[in-house]
């Protein structure tokens, strides 16, 4: 199997619903392919930013657009016991009719929303453990009529799932995954494969995803799975931005993101996922970009 190359969109819900609304609105009108969602209780990089609700906030913008995909870029597995997500996800399938994608993380230890819930915060190893448990009874859920499931952390007991969701067998499930254990999960239970890097350099950050895709094609293999099943999807993460007022240096100008990207996609990956622009100003560039750029990595593929 081979993916056509998608263009994905990053936006926080940390504006009013108007503003997110267009936004979504304006990335399908110039072709991007997936609205991805933020999930937190809070903006955990900044707790004064206002915030709203990731699941909510995606079924405002599913209602709102017709062609886009909408996906959870990643759920936070601390928030919600895996039977409810994935009854959400089952709703919010049919808000779409059809168009979600279900992206799944362990979470991030420095958030401070465990402490303001007064949720456990659980160590690495944990996280990991729960993971799997938590991807195999959402996968159960979201491609059968009833499913049961007894693990060390989580368990459902003849749990229904009705009516069943629009995509089949279910919606596809994308696991965020940075780390090599992650990863390799990745390879075995994931459609989509999900990563980035926080390295403080584009060069850096392209010899650790050549690294991560070796990883996840040794794991392929190991599983007995052909690695073009799996799709790639990489998060393009700016470190620079925050240091230039917001501005990603990939939306400076065309050629800037046509050669980020081309690297990328070369490295293996066939989903890009771009941060929504934080500055206004860039927003006509991301535009021409879509409009100009995207339609030939699409037909070099």
């Known amino acids: 199997m081979t ?21 979504a609105k304006n990335l399908e009108n110039c ?30 913008v599913a209602l709102a657009t017709t062609n886009l995909r909408i996906a959870t870029y990643v759920s936070q597995i601390p928030l919600r016991h895996p ?18 994608e279900v992206g799944l993380g362990t979470g991030i230890g420095i ?6 819930m007064a949720i456990p915060n659980w160590d690495g190893k944990e996280r990991v453990a729960r993971f799997k448990e938590y991807v195999e009874i959402v996968d159960r859920l979201l491609a059968n009529d009833k499913s049961s499931f007894e693990g060390e952390y989580y368990s459902i007991k ?18 965020g995954a ?35 895709v070796a990883i996840v094609d040794e794991a392929c293999a190991k599983a007995g799975r052909d690695p073009a099943t799996l799709r790639r999807s990489y998060l393009m993460y700016d470190p ?6 917001g501005a990603f240096s990939y939306y400076n100008s065309v050629g800037a993101f046509e050669d980020y ?10 989903e890009l996922v771009l941060y929504y622009p934080a500055v206004a100003a860039q927003e006509p560039m991301m535009e021409r970009i879509a409009h100009d750029v995207f339609p030939k990595l699409r037909a070099a593929d």
């Open 178 to 212: 940075i780390g090599p254990v992650m990863c390799r999960f990745a390879a075995r239970a994931a459609d989509t494969w999900n990563t980035m890097s926080f390295a403080d350099s584009f060069d850096k950050q392209l010899a650790e995803a050549r690294g991560k």
């Open 31 to 60: 072709g991007f392919d997936i609205f991805a969602g933020a999930d937190h209780f809070c903006d955990w990089s900044d707790i004064s930013r206002p915030w709203f609700e990731g699941w909510i906030s995606l079924t405002a």
């Open 83 to 100: 039977a409810m997500l994935a009854r959400q996800a089952q709703t919010l399938d049919h808000a779409c009719n059809g168009r979600l």
């Open 261 to 270: 990207a081309g690297q990328i996609i070369e490295a293996g990956f066939s």
């Open 240 to 245: 620079a931005a925050r240091r230039d007022g």
């Open 3 to 23: 993916h056509a190359i998608r263009f994905g969109s990053l936006v926080l819900p940390n504006e009013d619903m108007q503003t997110l609304i267009r936004k």
């Open 111 to 116: 958030d401070p929303s465990y402490d303001m």
């Open 158 to 175: 003849d749990a229904v799932m009705r009516p069943a969701p629009v995509q089949s067998p279910r919606p596809p499930i994308t696991i």
